[in-house]
C-alpha cells in the first residue's frame, strides 16, 4: 500500500462545485500544494491518499472556483455614489472627469485599488480586470491585496494627469507592464477607453503593440444607443466594424458593455471569437439598456461578467451581477429559464477566466489549475432550506456568506476576515479620500 | 429650568433618516417611550431634555423607519428555491401546487412563517402583509417574532387541505381573524388569490365582507400577459376593470404585481385611489415583466414593494427590491434620473405603510408615531466613501449591514443578533421540512 503523499491543504466541503464540469459533488474534498489543486476526492477517501499540513473543514459550505470580475475601475472606488441617479454624459463630464483632473494621482489610485481590491476578495473575487489611469501604482496595490489581476493599461486622446497623448499613455502603460511583467499573478492589456475617445491612428498603433507583445486589448463598446447612432450617422458603419476594419478585433479583443449591438455586430463578435463583458448593474444604473446576453451566448460567444466601477454601481460584487444577470436575461427573453444558474455561476467564473485569457490557469476547479477557490457558507437559516447548492448561490447567497477565499492556495479572506489587510485602516484610508474629494 | 424627562430608549445615530420629510438629519437622537417616537433631537441636546434607561450609539450607522414588505406568502419560504429558473405556470402547477396538497398544514404554515419572519427581521423589515393558508398558524409564528403583519384571509374557488370553497375559506380566515383582532400589531385583509382562480360570486361575497368589518382586499393582479389577455377575449375587459365592475377597487385595494396594465387599468387605479405592490425580483425571475413604475407614480398612485414569496425571489429583502426597482425603473424609461434613491426608500417604507393602511402608526419616522425603526451600519470600508448616506443605503448597503432593529422599542435584532429567536433552532427546523419536502 502507498503512503499518503503529503500535501498543503485539504479544504472538507459540504459540495464542491467545479463549475466545468458541470456538476455537484457533495461530501467532496479539495486537495492543494504549491498553489495549485493537485486532487478532488469524496472527503471519506482523502485520509487514505493525503496527509495534508492544513485542513480546514466547512460543513455547510459549497467550494467553488474564485469569481471573475472581468471589467472594473478599481480606483474609482473613492468615488463610489458620489453622483447617483445621473445619466452617463453629465455623470461623466460633471462629476467623474473633473474631480478625476482635479485629483488623480498615483497615490489616489493606489488607495482607491486597495480599497477595490480587499472589497473585492471579501465578495469573492479572485481575478479581476481593472482599466484605469496610473496602472502602475494599481499593481503595487493588488500586488499587497494578493488577488490575481489583468491591469489595462488606458489609452486616449486627450491628457489627464497621467499622459499627454496616445504615444504617452502608451508609453507610460509600457513601463508599468515591464516593471511588473515577471509577476505571475498578473498580465497587462491595452486599454484604450472608447471608439468614440481614442482616433483611427490610436487605435493603429494600439493594434501594433498588442500584436508585437500579445497582448489582448480591452475597450469599452457601444454602451450607449448613442453612440451606436452617433458613429453610424457620421461614418457609416458602428463603432464595431470600425474596430474591425482597424484590425483590433479578434479572440483576444474584449469588448466591455456591448448593449446596443446591430446584428451584423453579432456576427463581427462570433466571426472573430471576440470576447464580451456584460455588465448588468451599471448598464441598469447609467440607464444604457440590457445587453443581449442570451443571443450572443446562442451564438457561441464567451460572455463574463464585470462589476464596473464603484462609481456606476456601487458594488464590487460579482455574484450579486450574476443574480442580475440571470435576473434581466429572464425578463429581455420573457422566458423564466433563460440563464439559469449554473449558467450565470459559469459566466462569472471559467466564462470570465476565458475573457482575460487565463482559463487555462483558473476559472474552474481542475486538477492542475491555480488554487483559486471561495467558500460560501449556505449553512444560516436564511440560506434554507437549500434545495440545488448552485442555484441557492446563486439566487438566494449574498457576498456575506463568503467565508473562505485562497488564491494560488493562500487563504486571503479567513471566516470573514481578511488575512493581509486590515479593515480598520482600509476604513480610514477611504475617509481621508473622502475629506479630500468632497 | 425643567428638569430632563424620563424616557425608555436613546438612540444616538450618525444619522436619523425619517423619510418624511425627506430629509438627513446627521447626529441626531431618537428618543422612545413605551413603544413610541416622543422626539428627534440633535444628539448634542439631548441630555438636557431626556434621562434614558437604556441607551445605545450607532456612530456609523444611518437609523430609518422599519421596511415593509408589502407582499408575501411568508411561509413558502419552506419551498426556497424548489424549482428554480422555470416559467410561472409550469412553476405553480408542476412543483408548488402539487406538494402544498400533499404538505400544507398549520404546523407547515407556523414554521414557514416562522423562518420568514426572522429573514424579513434581519433584513430590517419591521412590518409585512402576508398571503397563504392556515393564517391562523401564521399569526401565532408572527406573535413569536415580534414581527407586525397584515395578515391576508386567502379565499380560492378550489380546494386545499385548508378549505373546500368560497365560503369554507371565508368563514376559516374570518375565524382566524376574530381570535386575533385585539393584538395590536396585527390587521387583517381579505386576500382573494386572483382575479382568474375567484368566481365573480365569491367576489361579490369578498366586497360585502369587506366593506362591513372594513378590511382592505389584497389579491394578485395583472401578474402576466397571459392573464390580461385571456381575459380580454374571455370577458372583453381586463382582469382590474371586472373587479371595479364588482365593486373590488377603492382605497383599500391592494394590486399586487400589476405588471401587465393597459391605460384604462391606470386611469382606474388612479381614479379609484388604488395600492399597488411592486415585486420586481419575483417578476424578473418568472419572466412576467416589469412594472409601469414610474407611470404609476407619475399618476400619483402609490406603489409599495413587495420581496413576493422565497420561491419565486429567493430572498425576503426589501433593501434589494428597492435597489432593483431604482435599477430597472431606469431601464425601462432610459433615464439614469427615474427613480432616485429617496424615492425608492420611501417606497420601502412610508409608502409602504400607507398601502397597508399603516401609515398613520409607521413608515416614517415622527413623534407620536410608532417606534419601528432600523440601523443600518455604513461604517464598514466596502460601504466607503460614503458621500450621501440615502444612496449609499440603496446602492451599496446589503441586508447584512442591518445591525438594530427595533418594532413598538421593542429592540429584536441587536448588533445582528435575533432577541427572540434562536437561529440554530431555525436552522434545524428549516432542516427539517427539507428532508421532508424533498
Redesign the interface.
Known sequence: MKAPAAVDLRIDARWVIPVEPDVLLPHHSLIVDRGRIVAMAPTAEVDSNFRAREQVTLSTHAVLPGLVNAHTHAAMT?????A?????QP?LEQHIWPREQRFLSPQFVHDGTL?AA??ML?SGITCCADQYFFPDAATRAYGQSGIRALIGLPVLDFPTPYAADCDGYLQAGLAARDAWKHERKFAFALAPHAPYTVSDASWEKIVVYARQLDLPIQTHLQETRDELERSRASIGMTPLARLDRLGVTGPAFIAVHAVHLIDSDIDLLATQSCQVVHCP?S?????S??APVTRLKARGINVALGSDGAAS???LDILSEAR?A???A??A??????L??SVALRMATLDGAAALGFDREIGSLAPGKQADAVAVDL????Q?????PV??L???A???QVSDVWIAGERLVAQGALVRLD?SE??A???L??DR??
Chains 1, 2 share one sequence.
Open positions: 473613492l468615488l463610489r455614489g458620489i447617483d441617479d445621473t445619466p452617463l455623470w480599497l480587499a472589497e471579501r448593474a448598464n441598469l444604473k447609467l440607464a439598456g440590457v454601481n456601487n458594488r442580475l440571470s435576473l434581466i429572464k425578463m427573453t420573457a422566458d423564466a429559464a433563460a439559469p444558474a449553512g444560516s437559516f436564511e434554507l432550506p437549500c434545495y440545488d442555484s441557492q446563486l439566487h438566494v449574498g457576498r456575506e479593515t482600509l476604513a484610508l477611504a475617509r479620500w473622502q474629494l468632497q
